[in-house]
């Protein structure tokens, strides 16, 4: 593998763990958060809707990693 390949990877790679540490840190967040009035079932709508976005946005970067070239 060449040194533009492996930069290129590694770059991928990074803004992929990035938004995984965003996620996760959010998902954190509202967990910790006793909102007043809010239900459980809401906090749990509230991280099943993040983690679809987040899905979807993670997805989306794999497809880029794999499909796009250097």
Not at 2 to 14: A, L, M, P, T, V
Not at 27 to 36: A, D, F, G, K, L
Request: glycine fraction near 4%; avoid cysteine; charged fraction near 15%.
């Amino acid at each position: 593998m060449n040194n533009h390949s492996q930069r290129s990877i590694s770059s991928r790679w990074q803004e992929i763990n990035r938004e995984v540490g965003k996620f996760v840190g959010f998902v954190t967040q509202i967990e910790n958060h006793q909102q007043s009035g809010m239900i459980e079932e809401s906090r749990v709508m509230l991280i099943f809707i993040s983690m679809l976005n987040f899905l979807t946005h993670i997805l989306t970067l794999f497809y880029l990693f794999i499909y796009l070239p250097d």
